[in-house]
Structures are given as C-alpha cells and as structure tokens.
C-alpha cells in the first residue's frame, strides 16, 4: 500500500498567504495588546477568508494569553500560534504597559516589515511577528481540533533552525528592500507555519482528537491522504476502509472517533472544497466543475454548494473574483 502524506496533500487543496510584519527589539518592561486578527483582516489581507497569527521570539524571554487566561511562557526559538486569530496579549516584565497593536496598521498596510525599538531598559527580547491567509475550509481540515493558542520550538531540528535564522537576517535587514524581498518572507512565513504544524503534530499526546491527530494516525491518515489527493473518486466507507486496512466497522469508528464526522460527511466537504476551487480559478460551466467535484448532476452540486457556503455557485464565483479585484487594485496602490 502507498504511503501518504494527508498533511501535505491537505494544504496542497488549501490557498495559503504569508506575511512578516513585524520585528522587534525591545527591553523589559514592554507589552503589546493586539485586537482580533478579523479587526484588520479585510485590510492587511483582502483575499483571505481566515487568519492565522504567529509570534517567533528569536532572543530573550515574554508571555502570551488569551483574555482571561493563563499565560503561556516562551522563550527563544518558541513559535506561539494563534489558530483563530484571537485577541491577545504578548509582554514581558511587571507592570509592562499594554500599547494597542492596532497603531501599527497604517504601518503595516505599507507593506513593508515595522521595526519596533526600544522599552524600558531591563533584559532584551528580539521577536518577529508574521500571519498567514488562508480560506476558510483550513479552519474545517488541519486547523480543526487546534487550541486557540499553543507553542512549537523549531530550534530542536535542523529545517526550523535554518528557517528562524533566514526569517532573522532577511527581517532585520535594513537596507532598502531588494527585489523580491517581501515576497520570499511571505514564502518563509508559509514555510514557518507549516514545519510548527508539522511539528506539533509529531508532539501530539496518542490520547488527542483532531484533524493532526487523525492525519498522524497510521491508518486514518492513509484514508485522508487519499480523499485529499482524489477528491472526486466516488469513495465509500468501503473503498475507504481498504485504503486504511480495516474493517468498515472499526475505520468508520475510529474516523469519527478522531475527525468528529463521519467519512463520507467529510468527503462531501472535500469535494465542496474542489468545486469552490475550481469555480475560482477556472473558467469552467457550472455543470463542468459540478462533475470535476464528483457530482452527478449540477442541480444536486447547486444544492450542496449552497448549503456549504450560503450562496449558489455562480454567485460565489461572482463574489470571489470581485474580492480577488479589489485585493489586487488595493496592492497596486
């Protein structure tokens, strides 16, 4: 049987879009109070349905929590992810004074990486700040069954160690940006997200449900990497427990069991996911993507399509495209 990689072959499906946006240097006592990341979403990153938040310390020692929760500490090499993009504090040092993220918008929205300098003169800590946009199927695959904050050190591997040490140099680089530059921090921003999930899922308790869970399960994960790499295959629970090797009976629990829907629920989603993604980037007839998704009529893809995202297809269409517009006009600018 085919080895899978269901990590790999999920975010291959999923549309992801990094960005570094700040780095910092900044002396005890310090904190910052950042607001939801859906607050600026539709600003930083027009075209992205969900964002992802993410802090890299790289020197020295802070805190991190959710409103009314205990903090996490970090120190360096610590990734802290926000999955949800929720409110939040970052700090280090008593009695740090709280300033509103937020300031750095109009910053940020210059597209350039903000340098922030200076604090109160104790003990330093170096920290780079950085998203990544994706659609909003990421939240329903390998961001479901994430807590809302957790943290990965990537300095205990050799591909984490070179990623933090070129997202260093290329951050604090301060002369004037070259060709290019912003692109490839994007691209090392995507690469930095990726190798923490990579990570934490390789970390997970054997106890824990979700869809990194599921993915590292050695039989459920053959059965993911294959609806994701054919989506449209007119699977069964059958087809899918051969690919798993088990039983119908014990895959379908143990599926459900780790996913919290049951195989062919999450077939429907994976093939709604397609027809999303082909109604996006191609110009293909409604009933064309329709039978690309698996389905064997328009009307019964019509019917799905609108449960799944509210509107019909030839609407979503319509509504992506204009997104993608503006998002492009407002970059040019």
């Known amino acids: 049987m085919n080895q899978t990689d269901p990590l790999s072959e999920a975010l291959g499906n999923v549309r992801l879009s990094g960005a570094i946006f700040l780095d910092a240097e900044l002396s005890a006592p310090w904190g910052f109070a950042s607001p939801p990341a859906s607050a600026g979403a539709h600003l930083i990153a027009p075209s992205a349905e969900h964002m992802v938040l993410f802090h890299l310390l790289v020197e020295g020692r802070a805190s991190v929590r959710l409103p009314g929760q205990p903090r996490l500490a970090l120190e360096a090499g610590d990734v802290a ?180 829907e049951a195989p062919l629920g999450y077939v429907a989603r994976c093939r709604m996911q397609l027809g999303a993604r082909l109604l996006e980037s191609t110009d293909d007839t409604v009933l064309e993507v329709a039978l690309n998704a698996g389905y064997e009529s328009e009307a019964a893809f019509n019917r799905a399509f609108k449960r799944e995202f509210d509107v019909p297809p030839a609407r979503y269409r319509m509504q992506r495209r204009r997104g993608d517009r503006m998002a492009a006009d407002s970059g040019a600018q």
């Open 81 to 260: 992810i926000l999955p949800l993009g929720d409110a939040h504090e970052l700090w280090n040092g008593r009695g740090a004074e709280l300033t509103d993220s937020s300031a750095l918008l109009p910053k940020i929205l210059e597209g350039t990486v903000v340098s922030e300098r200076g604090g109160g003169g104790g003990p330093v800590t170096k920290f780079i700040c950085g998203y990544i946009g994706c659609d909003r199927q990421a939240r329903r695959f390998f961001l479901a069954g994430l807590p809302p904050l957790f943290k990965v050190n990537i300095r205990r591997g050799s591909t984490g160690a070179w990623l933090e040490s070129t997202l260093r140099h290329l951050a604090s680089d301060r002369e004037p940006a070259g060709a290019g530059r912003n692109a490839l921090l994007a691209k090392l921003a995507e690469a930095l997200f990726i190798e923490t999930l990579r990570r934490y899922m390789s970390e997970l308790p054997r106890q824990r449900t979700g869809w990194l869970a599921a993915a590292r399960d050695s039989a459920v994960g053959r059965a993911l990497g294959a609806i994701h790499r054919e989506p449209a295959h007119p699977w069964t629970v059958a087809s899918l427990a051969e690919q798993a090797g088990m039983s119908r009976t014990v895959f379908a629990e143990r599926f459900t069991r780790l996913l919290g």
